[in-house]
């Protein structure tokens, strides 16, 4: 009798474990085994809500996985399946299960570049995000204005963040925050601002007139070895109380009734008061009219030594700068009265009138 007990209860350790070898087998199997050999690269996007066992599915429809239930099993062993990230990623045909959970549990999405240029304003930025798929233009904008957000951002009140949102390359994913970016771009910009303070030899303005002037000077400039000059022209012309009569200001004055940028101005718009047309008001504007890059930052507060008043465009990008208004006609008689083709050229070239000097 007890012979027999003994030989039952072998049977079963055997049996056992030939079932438990067998489970581990196959086990090792599936985590070993590769959907394919050929490396394809595939995106695979994890949206909020979406359950593992879908995830699961999915890959294996995609030729991710081998077996979508072992996947899911093997996720439930490890403990993993609640750290699922939301996020797009770069997954391979040939990866093992083990590497694609940990790819989609990593939270390290794909990320594309989000290059803002120097001179753009908040409106053609927040149209730039919503072109590539970031966001709305709307919520951009909303932000950008949000009082809240910009008290604890810059630390004091302003209407924007115009002038504040630094131009550079920004590695975004599908489902980066609209505040994470803009909080970064104004992070960025008062590093870049500190450092550029630095070396600045004019230190009798406020920080939003550095950043109003340098967006000004920005959005003047074709060479960009003229801004130095370019800014001596805006200085020279401030201490004299002239009225700084630039475009962009215009342009820009024009953008808040409208709510985007339109580049074509005409007489009635020089002659429309808004706060920003520089040709109505005297000194700076309230405010930037665009985001400047570094090097406008630091012509702002280091400008070329000059008596330059004046600046006529050559139509190449440089400019003809004149201490005059004398010297000025006969380079506006030069590069743009005489030019045949006006087109995209302001009415102001042709009517120069020395009770308001111009200087472009």
């Given at each position: 009798?007890?012979?027999t007990?003994?030989?039952?209860?072998?049977a079963?350790?055997?049996?056992?474990?030939?079932?438990?070898?067998?489970?581990?087998?196959l086990?090792?199997?599936?985590?070993?085994?590769?959907?394919?050999?050929?490396?394809?690269d595939v995106?695979?996007?994890?949206?909020?809500g979406?359950?593992?066992?879908?995830?699961?599915?999915?890959?294996?429809?995609?030729?991710?996985v081998?077996?979508?239930?072992?996947?899911?099993?093997?996720?439930r062993?490890?403990?993993?399946?609640?750290?699922?990230?939301?996020?797009?990623?770069?997954?391979?045909?040939?990866m093992i299960p083990t590497?694609v959970?940990?790819?989609?549990?990593?939270?390290?999405?794909?990320?594309?570049?989000?290059?803002?240029?120097?001179?753009?304003?908040?409106y053609?930025?927040a149209?730039?995000?919503?072109?590539?798929?970031?966001?709305?233009?709307?919520?951009?904008?909303?932000?950008?204005?949000d009082?809240?957000?910009i008290q604890s951002?810059?630390g004091?009140k302003?209407?924007s963040l115009?002038?504040?949102?630094f131009?550079?390359?920004?590695?975004?994913?599908?489902?980066?925050?609209t505040?994470?970016?803009?909080?970064?771009?104004?992070k960025?910009?008062?590093?870049?601002?500190?450092?550029?303070?630095?070396?600045?030899?004019?230190?009798?303005?406020?920080?939003?007139?550095?950043?109003?002037?340098?967006?000004?000077?920005?959005?003047?400039?074709?060479?960009?070895?003229?801004?130095?000059?370019?800014?001596s022209?805006?200085?020279?012309?401030?201490a004299?109380?002239?009225?700084?009569q630039?475009d962009?200001?215009?342009?820009?004055?024009k953008?808040e009734?409208?709510?985007?940028?339109?580049?074509?101005?005409?007489?009635?718009?020089?002659?429309?008061?808004?706060?920003y047309?520089?040709?109505?008001?005297?000194g700076l504007?309230?405010?930037?009219?665009?985001?400047?890059?570094?090097?406008?930052?630091?012509?702002?507060v280091?400008?070329?030594?000059?008596?330059?008043?004046?600046?006529?465009?050559?139509?190449?990008?440089t400019?003809?700068?004149?201490e005059?208004?004398?010297?000025?006609?006969r380079?506006?008689?030069?590069?743009q009265?005489?030019?045949?083709?006006?087109?995209?050229?302001?009415w102001?070239?042709?009517?120069?009138?020395?009770?308001t000097?111009?200087?472009?």
């Amino acid at each position: 009798m007890k012979k027999t007990i003994l030989v039952l209860i072998l049977a079963v350790v055997i049996l056992l474990a030939s079932v438990g070898g067998g489970v581990a087998y196959l086990a090792y199997q599936f985590t070993n085994s590769r959907p394919s050999d050929v490396a394809q690269d595939v995106v695979y996007e994890v949206t909020p809500g979406k359950g593992f066992a879908t995830i699961a599915k999915e890959l294996e429809e995609k030729g991710l996985v081998k077996n979508a239930t072992f996947f899911n099993l093997f996720a439930r062993f490890k403990g993993d399946r609640s750290k699922i990230k939301v996020g797009e990623y770069l997954l391979r045909t040939n990866m093992i299960p083990t590497e694609v959970l940990e790819a989609i549990t990593s939270g390290k999405s794909i990320a594309r570049s989000f290059t803002v240029s120097e001179g753009l304003s908040t409106y053609e930025i927040a149209e730039l995000y919503e072109k590539q798929g970031f966001g709305t233009a709307e919520s951009f904008m909303a932000l950008v204005r949000d009082p809240a957000l910009i008290q604890s951002l810059l630390g004091e009140k302003a209407d924007s963040l115009e002038g504040y949102l630094f131009p550079e390359t920004y590695m975004l994913t599908k489902y980066t925050d609209t505040k994470t970016l803009i909080s970064n771009m104004v992070k960025r910009f008062l590093y870049v601002y500190n450092e550029v303070m630095a070396q600045a030899e004019i230190r009798s303005m406020t920080r939003n007139q550095v950043v109003t002037l340098a967006s000004i000077i920005e959005k003047e400039t074709g060479a960009p070895e003229e801004r130095p000059l370019i800014s001596s022209v805006f200085h020279n012309r401030l201490a004299k109380k002239m009225r700084l009569q630039t475009d962009p200001t215009v342009i820009y004055g024009k953008a808040e009734a409208l709510g985007k940028i339109v580049i074509n101005i005409t007489r009635a718009d020089l002659q429309t008061p808004t706060r920003y047309n520089t040709y109505v008001i005297y000194g700076l504007p309230p405010g930037p009219i665009a985001n400047p890059g570094r090097e406008a930052i630091l012509a702002a507060v280091k400008p070329q030594e000059s008596q330059y008043l004046f600046f006529v465009s050559q139509n190449d990008g440089t400019h003809v700068f004149s201490e005059d208004y004398k010297g000025h006609q006969r380079a506006v008689q030069k590069f743009q009265l005489d030019r045949k083709a006006r087109e995209g050229k302001s009415w102001r070239d042709l009517q120069k009138r020395p009770s308001t000097p111009d200087k472009n």
